[in-house]
């Protein structure tokens, strides 16, 4: 098996052959800090408006449950709303990446940011008036589908960086590394974002989270698309040429499958949460129980990236995910608000090493072409379990109480483990990657190639 490498505790894991074959002594590693990484010319110029820009990719979930419930009176109603959105993301946010990658980013993200804007303008107002369900429905569905696809265009933006560097220890370990902040920094979003959401909505008015959330979409993703130099170049394919989907990797499938029950952890414990605390008379205590599971997730995940790890990164997703599954089956059985922050302090900490593990595996399962695209695939299942999670959760909240709503996150990950486990085989690298499809790179920026081309 040729040598694996890990870099801050990210392993690199392109190997194309199975343990025990015989391989080459293993080369030492190579080291790259997030210092270092930070320090990469222009780098700034295009993470902090994306941060700006990415902090409000949770918070919009949040905002509709949050106005929809307090207008309309129903956790299932609310929760079905924003289903809805999340749906329409998770669905066409992939094929916003396809368009960025073959039009370039600015012209993609700028149209994206104002419609998600207008749209959900309409829907607080839809929401406010007292309009029929239908009718937020008929709102959330641009409102989500025109959320911009920040996280995967930085990760472009990172490929082009390095890839000018040709193939080397010292850009691969670089690369690893900007995958292990970028999946940190998109743990953060899932879990700081309803926070936010639910401190402005609760301190200000309902509608005033969804209202936040649009304006920071807005001008993050604005001063992101500005930022041109750092942009990967556009793919020009050849004529009759085109590339297969990242979908079409087993491992791709598998790990989208296992981000549905991350995502229906987050969906099940957002509406449970504030179910739990509204029963017991704390609505405003809500946002300090997540805060708890986010404070885990977040240390967990800065010290899952100071440890050079030696477990295969498979082995090191399997049993994050199995601890996950251990820590959501207390949920429901939580007293008071005290123990429930305990138990979510416990799922916390195995969110951030589960999804640091997937997009460092995603990263080795499909050609440079193709990469973009996966990434968002992942990030949409994220989506799209949070959606399902989240109407199932507000289903049984109204119907049985909040403790039952919390059975939702344990089923939507065991769900998840099982899959993981039963097809593990499918996530090990197997025989030498794909040639990319056929045609040319369009300078975008001097000296940047794009890593990603249209599938």
Sequence with gaps: MTARRTVDGVQDARSTTAPGEGAAPAAAPVRVGYGTLLRTPGAWTFLAPAFVARLPYAMLGMGILLLVKDTHGSYGTASTVAAVAA?????IGPQTGRLADRYGQAPVLVPTVVVHAVSVGALIALALGHAPAWSLFLAAA???????????????????TFSAEGASAGSAARMSTAFAFESVTDEFTFVIGPIL????????????GLAAEAALTLVGGLAFAAQRRTAPARVVRAPGVR???????PGVRLLAGTFLGVGAVFGGLQVSVNAFADSVGRHGAAGTVYGVFAGGSMVAGVLYGMVAWRRPVQQRMIISYGLLVLGCSTLWAMPNLVALSVAGLVCGLAIAPTLISGYTLVETLVEDGAKTEAFTWLTGAIGLGLATGATAAGRLVDAHGPSVGFLVPVAGAGLGLVALVALRGLLVPGG???TPAAGCAERGAPGRLVGAAEG
């Design 243 to 249: 590339q297969a989907s990242a979908l079409a990797s």
């Design 142 to 160: 641009p409102a989500g589908a025109s959320v911009p696809q920040i996280g995967a265009m930085v990760r472009a933006r990172w490929i082009a």
């Design 432 to 434: 030498a990657r794909p």
């Design 87 to 91: 749906v329409a993301q998770a669905l």
């Design 197 to 208: 959401a639910a401190a402005v909505a609760t301190s200000v008015s309902p509608s005033a």
